[in-house]
């Protein structure tokens, strides 16, 4: 029988048509990744892959073969979440970004957690999306400005981003030292004040001020305090401007290709209590669920 690691590790590189994003999506090195390949063909006795300057690309007998430990892949998935499902806990591993976490999610476990009686909730927070492997969560929500792969998805909200801050701020472009807070993004995917103006067709205030608070949440806190004027992704702080204690501080919304996802792993059979959270967050969302 042919080692299961070498077959996980052929089967993610594969399908994603490179042994560098392979190890991305299983937490290993490139050079992990072909030698596990490279164990797996000296099982077989034939190359299943032909590897170029370019990249790497399935041989014949690689793309059969390829096809077939899919299935077999996901057969084994299923029929073990399947046992899970029937005999474990009603546990679910859920993935977020920290300012989904704190600006949509949190608002709603306690109503999940009393209409669906027993669940058990892992909540895996992280800024750090390009690197969450698929066998780390069973749902996944998150703001992309690329399309994901590898899952299945459901748009909740599509990107639209208005400065706000305390009710009674001045205008944006009243104020004369205007502080505006923002988030550190090493990845570069949530957009920022640069992007805004640019997008309005302004300049900062002279005088203007940068506080980078670290976090999200950190931002709208100290927007809702009169501290500064933060960005406000309006799916993310709907409840704060319903309240008023949000207000916009300009009139010029931006909006993007860039969306927020619910994603499932599409290569796994989704348990029962998976699809149960799953309709049930699509559900919550309410109006804005794009299909």
Not at 91 to 96: K, L, S
Not at 121 to 141: P, Q
Not at 239 to 246: I, M, N, P, Y
Not at 254 to 260: E, G, V
Request: charged share 20%; net charge negative; aromatic share 8%.
């Amino acid at each position: 029988m042919p080692p299961l690691n070498a077959l996980v590790v052929f089967d993610s590189a594969a399908r994603l048509g490179s042994f560098s994003r392979a190890g991305l999506e299983l937490g290993l090195t490139q050079s992990a990744v072909s030698r596990q390949i490279g164990k797996l063909e000296a099982f077989i006795g034939s190359k299943l892959f032909n590897r170029l300057p370019a990249g790497v690309h399935l041989t014949t007998m690689g793309e059969s073969y390829a096809s077939d430990v899919s299935r077999l892949l996901g057969d084994l998935t299923a029929v073990t979440d399947g046992l899970r499902a029937w005999t474990g806990p009603r546990q679910i591993t859920i993935a977020c970004s920290r300012g989904i976490a704190d600006q949509w999610l949190l608002s709603r476990v306690g109503m999940l957690k009393a209409e669906i009686p027993g669940i058990e909730i892992r909540l895996r927070v992280t800024d750090d999306v390009a690197h969450l492997r698929l066998d780390e969560f069973d749902l996944a929500l998150f703001y992309r400005k690329e399309r994901p792969i590898g899952v299945n998805l459901t748009v909740l909200a599509r990107e639209e981003v208005v400065p706000v801050s305390a009710p009674g701020t001045p205008n944006i472009m009243e104020q004369e030292r205007p502080v505006f807070l923002s988030i550190e993004d090493t990845m570069r995917e949530w957009q920022g004040w640069p992007e805004w103006w640019q997008d309005a067709r302004l300049s900062p205030p002279p005088g203007a001020l940068e506080w980078r608070l670290g976090d999200y949440g950190l931002c709208v806190s100290a927007a809702i305090q009169g501290i500064g004027i933060t960005l406000g992704w309006t799916w993310l702080i709907k409840e704060q401007l319903a309240a008023g204690t949000l207000v916009p501080v300009h009139d010029h919304m931006m909006r993007s290709d860039a969306y927020f996802y619910l994603m499932r792993p599409a290569d796994r059979h989704q348990r029962k209590i998976v699809r149960e959270v799953s309709d049930w967050l699509i559900t919550s969302n309410g109006a804005d669920v794009i299909t």
